[in-house]
Nanobody
Framework: QVQLVESGGGLVQAGGSLRLSCAAS????????MGWFRQAPGKEREFVTT????????YYVDSVKGRFTISRDNAKNTVYLQMNSLKPEDTAVYYC????????????WGQGTQVTVSS
């Protein structure tokens, strides 16, 4: 079992930055691929980025490439999402998720943190 708790959301002006954190419980954090997803009002949840257990591989949706960076600190059981050059269209609830298989289904989810980007 993995429990995930996100933090770091808030209100920021367009062009600004935020760093989200996701703290995980459990002693096998490094064995999980981690991902960030987001859901804007009235829209379906969408994939944003993922990182493998060791942190050696990452993947981003095209809309955030060059602006967002995912990273992890396995010693702290934490995954991060650094978001730069934020745009109003990045406004959403951001969720972190864990998958026991890289490229597999995400079976564990956090409660989400709100990110609002004002124009």
């Amino acid at each position: 079992q993995v429990q995930l708790v996100e933090s770091g959301g808030g209100l920021v002006q367009a062009g600004g930055s935020l760093r989200l954190s996701c703290a995980a419980s459990g002693r096998t954090f490094s064995s999980y691929a981690m991902g960030w997803f987001r859901q804007a009002p009235g829209k379906e949840r969408e994939f944003v980025t993922t990182i493998n257990g060791s942190g050696s591989r990452t993947y981003y949706v095209d809309s955030v490439k060059g602006r967002f960076t995912i990273s992890r600190d396995n010693a702290k059981n934490t995954v991060y999402l650094q978001m730069n050059s934020l745009k109003p269209e990045d406004t959403a609830v951001y969720y972190c998720a864990a998958s026991s298989v890289e490229g597999g289904k995400y079976g564990y989810w956090g409660q989400g943190t709100q990110v609002t980007v004002s124009s």
